[in-house]
């Protein structure tokens, strides 16, 4: 694996790496784990050559969150993406990425509102700047998207498909600790007692599928389902619960449709957030 | 010379032409005329094979402007581009570039304020966005903009540096009519006194500078010059003349800058805009 840290050299060496084979594309912050090593694995066995990026983005942090505390360990990153097979990493220093006088912003607007846009103003306006600008260093053909976040992800189809992108957004199941936990970067923040707490909010991700399943269908009853299991653990502090429609990510009222809930907890320094599909039984997969 | 109307259509034949030739493009509004002509005849002279597209971009057009009005002659605008030796020509439907659910913008911040940005809120959002989505779409690897629209050209060189968008834009000087008068698809709004009276918005930026020439350095000197000339036409109602720094378009206020002298004005139904360099005596082109 080779590590690129100019962006004039990436270009030149994936310009001749493009004229002969399909391109995937990793993009990441760093701070890897096995949700990412998912995502670089997969990447390599779908595309003759495949890139990943380690950039924290100061774009998408707001003022006092993580950006300056948010875990960095190179070495260990690259030890990860050598083994899942990836053959560039594209390592930018920020001076690099935002020249001087840089004031361009991509903002995709109605699904960037609700949820983690609510809660984090600006953090999509810089999801979305920083993803088009690294899929015009990189020129992947395909890029690839944990479903973990979400709301991310359809910010990120919606703007690839507005902007006429040329690449095409793979979204990958989330991956789990075997207690449940969703994959985050943001788990190292988690002190021993704070760790054994966090899989609450899946388990109330899972209560709330569950009532579903069995034929619960009336939005609230399965919100107050999730809001009861958070509840039962005094180191989740819940930031919202929320039943959204998978594709406008508007709230869902009328019972019995395919929903997305989606939660964001505080458990002491780390701010997580965790989704999973609703499916009401004998529901099929439609355009609805 | 070809014409597409899908976008899907267009990357089919453009990615084959991609793989053999370097592509120029130059995107227009159609109501073709000798500026475009000359922009068109530029990237055929500089490049293996040239694109044009015509598309009259409802999002770069505010309330009660002339979106429905502007001029649209398709037969007569293939004539000019076939002449030129323009390859192809994209012509899409509105609805084809803004899908349903559409709701991403391309925002340049500082360059987009003033000047045309203070007159037309939310005019070079909707430029940014749709030459993205051409540069998307057409993936050209040189694109042609007229110099008559200096804040627009200065908008997108900033848009692509700072998105990283591998297209290199290149600025053409304005063509004027033998009286003086830009060449501007606007034009075609003046009555026969009003198209005799126009040519004072040059004239008024030829005075101004022939001052600056004779060593009158003061910014105010200049700005009255202009509007002195102005005055002189009573058919002409300016809506700013400012001289503003070329690359911040920022208003130059210090004696014996090089600058940028724009006018924006009113003649009858039709706006026009025109723009020249000012440089002090002796003045090399510099970094300030």
Same mark, same amino acid.
């Given at each position: 694996m080779e590590t690129i840290r100019e962006?004039?050299e990436l270009?030149?060496i994936?310009?001749?790496?493009?004229?002969?084979?399909?391109?995937?594309?990793?993009?990441? =912050?760093g701070?890897?784990?096995?949700?990412? +090593?998912?995502?670089?694995?997969?990447?390599?066995?779908?595309?003759? $050559?495949?890139a990943a990026s380690i950039f924290?983005?100061?774009?998408?942090?707001?003022?006092?969150?993580?950006?300056?505390?948010?875990?960095?360990?190179l070495a260990?990153d690259q030890r990860?993406l050598q083994?899942?097979?990836v053959d560039f990493l594209f390592a930018p220093d920020?001076?690099?990425?935002?020249?001087?006088?840089?004031?361009?912003?991509?903002?995709?607007?109605?699904?960037?509102?609700?949820?983690?846009?609510?809660?984090?103003?600006?953090?999509?306006?810089?999801?979305?700047?920083?993803?088009?600008?690294?899929?015009?260093? $990189?020129?992947?053909?395909?890029?690839?998207?944990? +479903?973990?976040?979400?709301?991310?992800?359809?910010?990120?189809?919606?703007?690839?498909?507005?902007?006429?992108?040329?690449?095409? $957004?793979?979204? $990958?199941?989330?991956?789990?600790?075997?207690?449940?936990?969703?994959?985050?970067?943001?788990?190292?923040?988690?002190?021993?007692?704070?760790?054994?707490?966090?899989?609450?909010?899946?388990?109330?991700?899972?209560?709330?599928?569950?009532?579903?399943?069995?034929?619960?269908?009336?939005?609230?009853?399965?919100?107050?389902?999730?809001?009861?299991?958070?509840?039962?653990?005094?180191?989740?502090?819940?930031?919202?619960?929320?039943?959204?429609?998978?594709?406008?990510?508007?709230?869902?009222?009328?019972?019995?449709?395919?929903?997305?809930?989606?939660?964001?907890?505080?458990?002491?320094?780390?701010?997580?957030?965790?989704?999973? =599909?609703?499916?009401?039984?004998?529901?099929?997969?439609?355009?609805?």
């Open positions: 962006p004039a270009r030149l994936l310009d001749r790496v493009r004229a002969t084979g399909i391109v995937g594309f990793v993009p990441t =912050m701070a890897l784990h096995a949700g990412h +090593e998912t995502l670089c694995r997969k990447s390599v066995a779908e595309n003759d $050559v495949s924290v983005n100061p774009l998408q942090f707001g003022l006092g969150e993580d950006y300056q505390r948010y875990p960095r360990d260990a990860l083994e899942s097979g920020a001076a690099a990425v935002y020249p001087p006088g840089f004031q361009t912003r991509v903002i995709v607007g109605e699904l960037s509102r609700p949820l983690e846009g609510a809660a984090r103003p600006g953090h999509f306006e810089g999801v979305a700047t920083i993803v088009l600008k690294l899929f015009e260093m $990189v020129g992947p053909c395909r890029a690839y998207f944990g +479903e973990k976040d979400f709301q991310q992800l359809q910010v990120i189809r919606r703007m690839v498909l507005d902007l006429n992108v040329p690449v095409e $957004v793979r979204g $990958v199941p989330t991956v789990r600790e075997a207690d449940g936990l969703a994959m985050s970067s943001r788990n190292r923040y988690l002190t021993t007692e704070e760790r054994t707490a966090a899989p609450a909010i899946y388990q109330a991700l899972l209560a709330a599928r569950s009532l579903a399943e069995r034929g619960v269908l009336d939005p609230d009853a399965l919100l107050q389902e999730a809001h009861r299991r958070l509840e039962a653990s005094p180191l989740i502090k819940p930031e919202y619960v929320a039943l959204v429609d998978p594709d406008t990510l508007r709230p869902v009222v009328q019972p019995g449709r395919s929903a997305i809930m989606a939660i964001a907890a505080r458990v002491g320094a780390a701010r997580l957030i965790d989704n999973i =599909m609703i499916r009401p039984p004998d529901s099929r997969p439609s355009a609805d």
